[in-house]
């Protein structure tokens, strides 16, 4: 049966949403505050939870970031009851995760309609999740075969992340291996001091976590939107079993394993004995070759130039102001335009 918990500090409300869904014919599982919902939804993992938002101590934007610290619950369809319908908080609910949103007062239809909506969406993804690997035989039979377990992943269901939105923590069980069908991604690690170092920086085409070929256990870094971005999704299971019959794709993932591990060793070298002014002056040579689209420009933040080039954001703002002096690049918000390329690469340690 499927359940659905209510967290609702209203009791009035609360009770009738419950007789509502139970003649429904659902199993319904309540909570009378956000704080009572998180420990409930943890432990009785419903196929959905219908949450007010205004209620004391812990709302129910807490309640939703709680849950999305979990990975048992941050999948679970979330929809927000409010008085509240102004367009600010309907965008801090989306970006916060939730699929839907009811105002109050509704009735028993447009209650019941966003249950069975989200519901049959959620089906649609456990569809997809839960695929046998039947189909993917025929990619190895083709001229290149990792090319076309692009195209396959870019015909199955997609989620949008949107800026700024979290992938997947570090430390966080690993569920699979996403590829990026639009936008662009980065991955990060935190120092013992706080600071975050990019580890990569992902575009669309790319495939990102191809290390779960070597381990099952955890994310080794947290992954992060960089912008809007859409990515195709195949589960470590699925994945696994493709590796062990079909080796020539193995081996081309294998492959771009190597290339991304000597990526990051140049960057480790670079960082440990290149000057400062080389080290930005390689990072933005690298992004320009990588992932400029005319070749001479780039939108990266100062925060995230510096932690890919190892350095505080403070120097990256000085020694930008000295390449622009120098007519090496120009400047404008974030974006930063390639003025003297081969002279930029050249420049001495």
Same mark, same amino acid.
């Given at each position: 049966m499927t359940k659905i918990l209510v967290i609702e500090d209203n009791t009035d409300i609360r009770e009738n949403i419950v007789e509502i869904l139970e003649l429904s014919g659902y199993q319904v599982y309540d909570a009378p505050n956000g704080d009572a919902g998180v420990k409930m939804a943890l432990s009785h993992l419903p196929d959905i939870i219908l949450c007010d938002i205004m209620m004391?101590?812990?709302?129910?934007?807490?309640?939703?970031?709680?849950?999305?610290?979990?990975?048992?619950?941050?999948? @679970?369809?979330? @929809?927000? $009851?409010t008085a509240k319908a102004e367009r600010t908080d309907i965008r801090k609910g989306m970006e916060l995760g939730a699929d839907d949103y009811l105002s109050k007062p509704f009735d028993d239809a447009e209650l019941l309609g966003a249950v069975e909506s989200r519901l049959k969406k959620k089906e649609l993804h456990q569809l997809f999740y839960g695929q046998t690997a039947e189909k993917l035989g025929e990619v190895?039979?083709?001229k290149d075969g990792l090319q076309e377990l692009k195209q396959l992943m870019q015909g199955r269901d997609s989620r949008i992340f949107k800026k700024n939105e979290t992938i997947h923590h570090e430390?966080?069980?690993?569920t699979g291996i996403y590829f990026i069908v639009s936008g662009k991604v980065k991955t990060v690690k935190l120092t013992e001091d706080g600071r975050e170092l990019i580890t990569g920086i992902y575009k669309s085409d790319d495939y990102l976590d191809i290390n779960i070929i070597l381990t099952e256990d955890i994310y080794t870094d947290t992954a992060?939107? #960089?912008?809007?971005?859409? &990515?195709?999704? #195949?589960?470590?299971?699925? $994945?696994?079993?493709?590796l062990n019959s079909y080796p020539d794709i193995g081996a081309k993932f294998v492959k771009l394993l190597a290339n991304n591990v000597r990526e990051k060793e140049m960057r480790l070298l670079q960082?440990?004995?290149? +000057?400062? =002014?080389?080290? @930005?002056?390689?990072?933005?040579?690298? &992004?320009?070759?990588?992932?400029?689209?005319?070749?001479?420009?780039?939108?990266? +933040?100062r925060d995230d130039l510096a932690a890919l080039s190892g350095t505080a954001p403070?120097?990256?703002?000085?020694? $930008?102001?000295?390449? =622009?002096?120098e007519g090496l690049i120009d400047k404008a918000g974030s974006t930063l335009y390639v003025l003297d390329l081969e002279k930029l690469n050249k420049l001495k340690n």
């Amino acid at each position: 049966m499927t359940k659905i918990l209510v967290i609702e500090d209203n009791t009035d409300i609360r009770e009738n949403i419950v007789e509502i869904l139970e003649l429904s014919g659902y199993q319904v599982y309540d909570a009378p505050n956000g704080d009572a919902g998180v420990k409930m939804a943890l432990s009785h993992l419903p196929d959905i939870i219908l949450c007010d938002i205004m209620m004391p101590e812990l709302d129910g934007y807490g309640v939703i970031e709680e849950l999305n610290r979990h990975e048992k619950t941050r999948a @679970i369809p979330f @929809i927000f $009851l409010t008085a509240k319908a102004e367009r600010t908080d309907i965008r801090k609910g989306m970006e916060l995760g939730a699929d839907d949103y009811l105002s109050k007062p509704f009735d028993d239809a447009e209650l019941l309609g966003a249950v069975e909506s989200r519901l049959k969406k959620k089906e649609l993804h456990q569809l997809f999740y839960g695929q046998t690997a039947e189909k993917l035989g025929e990619v190895v039979d083709k001229k290149d075969g990792l090319q076309e377990l692009k195209q396959l992943m870019q015909g199955r269901d997609s989620r949008i992340f949107k800026k700024n939105e979290t992938i997947h923590h570090e430390g966080d069980r690993v569920t699979g291996i996403y590829f990026i069908v639009s936008g662009k991604v980065k991955t990060v690690k935190l120092t013992e001091d706080g600071r975050e170092l990019i580890t990569g920086i992902y575009k669309s085409d790319d495939y990102l976590d191809i290390n779960i070929i070597l381990t099952e256990d955890i994310y080794t870094d947290t992954a992060i939107a #960089l912008e809007i971005t859409e &990515l195709g999704f #195949l589960p470590a299971d699925q $994945l696994a079993k493709l590796l062990n019959s079909y080796p020539d794709i193995g081996a081309k993932f294998v492959k771009l394993l190597a290339n991304n591990v000597r990526e990051k060793e140049m960057r480790l070298l670079q960082i440990a004995y290149s +000057s400062v =002014r080389k080290r @930005i002056a390689e990072t933005i040579v690298n &992004l320009v070759q990588q992932h400029s689209p005319d070749g001479k420009t780039i939108k990266i +933040s100062r925060d995230d130039l510096a932690a890919l080039s190892g350095t505080a954001p403070e120097t990256v703002s000085r020694t $930008l102001t000295d390449f =622009r002096e120098e007519g090496l690049i120009d400047k404008a918000g974030s974006t930063l335009y390639v003025l003297d390329l081969e002279k930029l690469n050249k420049l001495k340690n």
